[in-house]
C-alpha cells in the first residue's frame, strides 16, 4: 500500500504552493504596503469590510462544497453532481448581485458606511464572482488538479497586486489620467474603493480562466440529486455559517461595542494589522485543508482509515506547534511585515494568542471530519453554534473593558470549548482512537519553549531571531526522536 502520509503531505505541500506562496504575496506586499499607504483608520475600514465578506461567502456557497466531495464519490454522478450543484450556486449568486445592487444604499446605511454605497456594489459582485468560482477549485481538488488550482490562486494574488498598484500608484501618476474627466468623476481619491475593485477585477479573472475548465461539461439540474446535496449540505451552511462568525465577528463588533471616546476603526486597524501576523498559521491550516477534505472522504470506510486518521492528527499538532513556537518567538522578524505605528497600543501582544487560536482552529478541522464523513452533520450545527453564542457573549461582555486584546483570547476560549464538545460526541458517534497522551505532549513542550524562549529575549532582534530558530529546532528534534517524522513522511509506502 502507498503510503498515506507521504500521499497527504505531497498533496498538501502543491496546494500550499498555491495558497502559501499568493498569502505571503499578499502578506509581503499589500500588508506592507496598506500598513504605509493607508492610515490606521482606513486599514480598520478594510478590515471590518472583510469581515463581512467572509460571513456572506459562507452564505453563498451554503456547504455546498463539501456536498460535492460527498456525493462525488460515485465516478458515475460525478458530472451530475458537479452540474447541478454548480448551476444551483449560480443561480443564487445573480440573484444575490442583483440584490446587492437594488438596495446598495440601504445596504450601505444599515452597517454605518450610508457615504460610501460604492463598497457595497463591489463586494456584492466580488462575493458573486467568488462563489461561482469556489464550486470549480473545488472540482479541480476533487480531480487532484493540484497544480492548476495553485497556478490559479497564485494569478489571483499577482493580479490583485497588479491592480491595486494600478490605481493606487500608476494611474494618478499619469497626468493625462489623472486630468481626465472620467477620473476625476469616478476615480480619484477613493482610497479603499481602490482595493475593493483591485479585489473585484482580480477575481473576475480568475472566474474567466476558470470557466475554461466547463467545456466538457453538460449541464443537467438533477433535481433529485441536487435535493440531497443540500439537505447534507445546509447543515454544513449553519455550522460554517457559526464557524466563521466565531472568526470575524469580534471585527465587526469591535466598532459597535467601544466607548464613544475610543476611536473603534483606528483600534479596529491596529487589530486587523497584529492579526494578520499569524497569517503563516493560517496559510498552513488551509493548506492542509485543501488536501485533507478529499483525502479523508477517499479512505472514508478503509479497514485502517481511523488508524490514519488519529496518526495524521498526532503529526499536524507537531507541525502546528513548530510554527507557533517560529512566529511567536521570531516575532522581531514579523512584526517588519506592519509599519512601527501599528505596533503601538502593545497590539504585538495579541500575536501568541492568535496563533494558539489558530493551533486549535487546526485541531478543530481533523477532529470535526467524523461528522462530515458519518454523515451527522447536525453535530457541526449544535458544536459551531454553541461557540457563536460564546464568542458573542463574551466579545458583548469584554470588548467594552479589554478592547481587541479580548477578542484574541475569546478565540481561544471559543476554539477551545468547541474541540472539546467536538472530541467528545466523535468518540461517541465515530471513535477514532487518538493517540492524547502524545498530542498534549507535543503541545506541551511546544509550550514550554515558547516561554523559555520568551524568559531569554533580549533588546536585540538578531538574537531573538536564532533563539526562535533553535527553539524550532530543538522541539522537530525532540518529536522526529519520539516518531522518527522523517523515515514516514519519506518513506514510498507504508510498512
Known amino acids: 500500500m502507498s503510503n498515506p502520509y507521504k500521499n497527504l503531505s505531497g498533496q498538501a505541500v502543491v496546494y500550499g504552493l498555491g495558497n502559501i506562496f499568493p498569502r505571503l504575496l499578499n502578506y509581503g506586499v499589500l500588508t506592507v504596503y496598506y ?46 453532481v458537479y452540474s447541478s450543484v454548480l448551476a444551483s450556486v449560480m443561480a443564487t449568486s445573480i440573484v444575490f448581485g442583483f440584490f446587492i445592487l437594488l438596495f446598495r444604499n440601504s445596504i450601505a446605511s444599515w452597517i454605518g458606511y450610508q457615504g460610501n454605497p460604492e463598497y457595497i456594489i463591489y463586494l456584492g459582485l466580488t462575493l458573486s464572482v467568488d462563489a461561482v468560482a469556489s464550486v470549480i477549485f473545488a472540482r479541480l481538488r476533487i480531480q487532484n488538479k493540484v ?14 497586486v497588479f491592480f491595486v498598484f494600478l490605481f493606487l500608484e500608476i494611474l494618478p501618476a499619469l497626468k493625462f489620467v489623472a486630468t481626465a474627466k472620467w477620473y476625476i468623476l469616478y476615480l480619484k481619491d477613493i482610497e479603499v474603493g481602490y482595493v475593493l475593485i483591485a479585489n473585484l477585477l482580480s477575481s473576475s479573472l480568475i472566474l474567466i480562466l476558470l470557466l475554461a475548465d466547463l467545456k466538457n461539461i453538460r449541464f443537467v439540474m438533477d433535481k433529485g440529486l441536487l435535493e440531497k446535496v443540500l439537505i447534507y449540505s445546509l447543515p454544513l451552511l449553519i455550522s460554517g455559517l457559526a464557524g466563521i462568525f466565531n472568526e470575524t465577528i469580534d471585527r465587526i463588533l469591535l466598532r459597535h461595542l467601544l466607548p464613544a471616546n475610543v476611536n473603534a476603526l483606528y483600534e479596529l486597524g491596529i487589530y486587523g494589522a497584529n492579526y494578520r501576523i499569524a497569517v503563516l498559521m493560517t496559510i498552513f491550516v488551509q493548506m492542509f485543508r485543501y488536501a485533507a477534505e478529499p483525502f479523508f472522504f477517499s479512505l472514508y470506510g478503509k479497514s485502517d482509515s481511523t488508524v490514519v486518521y488519529a496518526n495524521v492528527l498526532k503529526y499536524f499538532t507537531i507541525f502546528l506547534m513548530m510554527i507557533f513556537i517560529g512566529v511567536a518567538l521570531g516575532i522581531d522578524f514579523f512584526k517588519l511585515f506592519i509599519d512601527v505605528d501599528y505596533r503601538e497600543s502593545d497590539g504585538l501582544a495579541i500575536v501568541p494568542v492568535v496563533l494558539m487560536a489558530n493551533v486549535l482552529i487546526g485541531l478543530l478541522f481533523n477532529v470535526n471530519m467524523w461528522y462530515k464523513l458519518s454523515g451527522h452533520t447536525m453535530y457541526g450545527v449544535y458544536i459551531t453554534g454553541i461557540g457563536a453564542i460564546i464568542t458573542i457573549v463574551l466579545n458583548i461582555i469584554f470588548i467594552p473593558l479589554y478592547s481587541f486584546y479580548a477578542c484574541a483570547w475569546i478565540h481561544v476560549i471559543c476554539n477551545g470549548v468547541m474541540l472539546l464538545l ?73 510498512s
Open 422 to 494: 467536538t472530541y467528545y460526541f466523535g468518540q461517541k458517534k465515530y471513535k477514532i482512537n487518538y493517540d492524547l497522551k502524545s498530542i498534549g505532549l507535543y503541545v506541551g513542550v511546544g509550550l514550554i519553549l515558547f516561554v523559555v524562549g520568551k524568559l531569554v529575549h533580549t533588546p536585540h532582534d538578531v538574537v531573538n531571531i536564532l533563539t526562535a530558530l533553535i527553539m524550532v529546532l530543538v522541539y522537530f528534534w525532540f518529536c522526529n526522536k519520539r516518531e522518527n517524522l522523517i523515515r514516514i513522511f519519506l518513506r514510498k509506502h507504508e
Open 147 to 160: 497544480r492548476k488550482f495553485a497556478f490559479l490562486k497564485i494569478l489571483n494574488v499577482i493580479s490583485t
Open 35 to 80: 500598513t504605509r499607504r493607508f492610515p490606521i483608520e482606513s486599514y480598520g475600514v478594510i478590515t471590518e469590510l472583510y469581515a463581512y465578506v467572509a460571513i456572506l461567502l459562507v452564505i453563498l456557497t451554503y456547504g455546498m462544497e463539501t456536498g460535492l466531495f460527498k456525493f462525488s464519490s460515485d465516478s458515475v454522478k460525478r458530472d451530475r
